[in-house]
């Protein structure tokens, strides 16, 4: 789950994290409010949509300006303006795609004075099942670009959990920023707060960028990016409050009620798949014979008649999908079981895109059995090479 900015920063804020002061506007008439309540002289203008690139990005509608999702005012009254042009617009950034995100909220910050910008980022190494810091003195970049064109400018390590964040962690911070003096105990101070807030509210990410040093000689962090495990929801009812939803895809937020394991792809071809592993398969091959996958879904090893259903819908309300594929390699997932669960939602919703559906495993007689004497116009396949094949030429007509 992700959270805007203005959000991870009061999370932070909890921890001791220096941050600069700002103001969430919901409403374009809360604008003069919040800058006086701010002072300036300075005001940072920021959109909040979860995607990265906000100030390089671009609104589609004219009246927006031209000025990118970011803006520096240097008045009550053009702080109202720039709140005024970017509510309600919709912003286009590299991580948002074409398409881009409308912009409800706003956080108006606190301007700094700005003497060097640096990266800093926490999260789980998958290897070793340690948190790891990524830094570089090249704040204010893609770190995917820095990591390209100068590699050697980024430096890693990983906390080993049974001694936790130590004073030689904050040095290697320090000495990577090439900080001295009272700026590397800052840095000390602000590595220990910042691993201790990624453990207790169960991140799997969170990145500042940049983080700066201002020209008063003090660390903070000016911008905020965080996510959060989502298995670990249950046990943070205060993070679950931050969720917003209309950043989200509808058909996502419906498979998170039935713990479908949903991502919304740009394809035109519905899978249905239980296993990741499986699924990821699945979407290679279908790519391999020339089109695209709609979504990512994992139904899971032990999913019920209803969630087959559930997914089975979700995947139909999306208007891109010209074709479904189901897979099902059954273990503890009976064949038997997605074959009753696709014919009650073939029924409940119709089918009026071609399906192919796969079965093997345990049930599998069963389980197309169910399927050949549903009545339904359904292709049967072999093999997932056979599945792939056979949706592929029905979408294109063949």
Same mark, same amino acid.
Request: aromatic share 6%; glycine share 10%.
């Given at each position: 789950m992700n959270i805007h900015e203005y959000q991870a920063k009061a999370v932070l804020k909890e921890f001791g994290v220096p941050i600069s002061r700002g103001v969430p506007i919901l409403k374009a008439?809360?604008?003069?409010?919040?800058?006086?309540?701010?002072?300036?002289?300075?005001?940072?203008?920021?959109?909040?949509?979860?995607?990265?690139?906000?100030?390089?990005?671009?609104?589609?509608?004219?009246?927006?300006?031209?000025?990118?999702?970011?803006?520096?005012?240097?008045?009550?009254e053009e702080t109202k303006q720039f709140v005024t042009q970017m509510l309600g617009a919709t912003l286009v950034t590299e991580q948002t795609g074409p398409a881009g995100k409308q912009v409800n909220r706003?956080?108006?910050?606190?301007?700094?004075?700005?003497?060097?910008?640096?990266?800093?980022?926490?999260?789980?190494?998958?290897?070793?099942?340690?948190?790891?810091?990524? !830094?570089?003195?090249?704040?204010?970049?893609?770190?995917?670009?820095?990591?390209h064109n100068t590699p050697e400018k980024i430096v890693t390590f990983s906390v080993d959990p049974a001694t936790g964040i130590m004073a030689h962690h904050g040095r290697t911070v320090a000495q990577a920023l090439g900080l001295k003096g009272d700026l590397a105990k800052q840095a000390e101070k602000l590595v220990?707060?910042?691993?201790?807030?990624?453990?207790?509210?169960?991140m799997e990410m969170l990145e500042i960028n940049p983080l700066i040093i201002s020209k008063q000689g003090e660390l903070k962090c000016l911008d905020a990016k965080m996510s959060f495990d989502s298995n670990s929801l249950y046990r943070h009812p205060d993070v679950v409050a931050l969720r917003d939803t209309s950043e989200e895809d509808a058909k996502e937020i419906e498979a998170s009620k039935y713990d479908l394991a949903y991502i919304a792809?740009?394809?035109?071809?519905?899978?249905? !798949?239980n296993g990741a592993g499986l699924a990821m398969a699945t979407l290679d091959i279908i790519k391999l014979y020339g089109e695209s996958p709609a979504n990512f879904l994992d139904v899971g090893g032990g999913a019920s008649e209803e969630k087959v259903t559930a997914a089975f819908k979700i995947i139909t309300a999306d208007p891109n999908v010209k074709g479904i594929l189901v897979n099902i390699f059954g273990g503890i997932m009976k064949c038997d079981v997605i074959a009753r669960g696709v014919i009650a939602a073939v029924k409940a919703v119709g089918l009026q895109v071609p399906l192919v559906v796969r079965l093997e495993g345990t049930n599998v007689e069963e389980g197309k059995k169910i399927i050949n004497e549903s009545g339904l116009n359904v292709l049967s396949a072999n093999d997932l090479d056979d599945a792939a094949q056979k949706i592929v030429n029905a979408v294109k007509g063949k």
């Amino acid at each position: 789950m992700n959270i805007h900015e203005y959000q991870a920063k009061a999370v932070l804020k909890e921890f001791g994290v220096p941050i600069s002061r700002g103001v969430p506007i919901l409403k374009a008439s809360d604008a003069e409010a919040a800058a006086k309540e701010l002072g300036g002289p300075l005001w940072v203008v920021k959109s909040q949509i979860h995607a990265g690139g906000r100030g390089k990005g671009k609104f589609k509608e004219a009246s927006a300006g031209d000025k990118g999702g970011v803006r520096l005012a240097k008045s009550i009254e053009e702080t109202k303006q720039f709140v005024t042009q970017m509510l309600g617009a919709t912003l286009v950034t590299e991580q948002t795609g074409p398409a881009g995100k409308q912009v409800n909220r706003i956080y108006l910050e606190d301007g700094s004075d700005i003497e060097k910008e640096f990266y800093l980022s926490l999260l789980v190494d998958r290897e070793t099942s340690w948190v790891s810091f990524v !830094v570089s003195t090249e704040g204010g970049m893609n770190i995917e670009e820095v990591a390209h064109n100068t590699p050697e400018k980024i430096v890693t390590f990983s906390v080993d959990p049974a001694t936790g964040i130590m004073a030689h962690h904050g040095r290697t911070v320090a000495q990577a920023l090439g900080l001295k003096g009272d700026l590397a105990k800052q840095a000390e101070k602000l590595v220990a707060q910042l691993y201790t807030a990624f453990l207790a509210k169960d991140m799997e990410m969170l990145e500042i960028n940049p983080l700066i040093i201002s020209k008063q000689g003090e660390l903070k962090c000016l911008d905020a990016k965080m996510s959060f495990d989502s298995n670990s929801l249950y046990r943070h009812p205060d993070v679950v409050a931050l969720r917003d939803t209309s950043e989200e895809d509808a058909k996502e937020i419906e498979a998170s009620k039935y713990d479908l394991a949903y991502i919304a792809l740009d394809g035109t071809i519905g899978c249905m !798949v239980n296993g990741a592993g499986l699924a990821m398969a699945t979407l290679d091959i279908i790519k391999l014979y020339g089109e695209s996958p709609a979504n990512f879904l994992d139904v899971g090893g032990g999913a019920s008649e209803e969630k087959v259903t559930a997914a089975f819908k979700i995947i139909t309300a999306d208007p891109n999908v010209k074709g479904i594929l189901v897979n099902i390699f059954g273990g503890i997932m009976k064949c038997d079981v997605i074959a009753r669960g696709v014919i009650a939602a073939v029924k409940a919703v119709g089918l009026q895109v071609p399906l192919v559906v796969r079965l093997e495993g345990t049930n599998v007689e069963e389980g197309k059995k169910i399927i050949n004497e549903s009545g339904l116009n359904v292709l049967s396949a072999n093999d997932l090479d056979d599945a792939a094949q056979k949706i592929v030429n029905a979408v294109k007509g063949k």
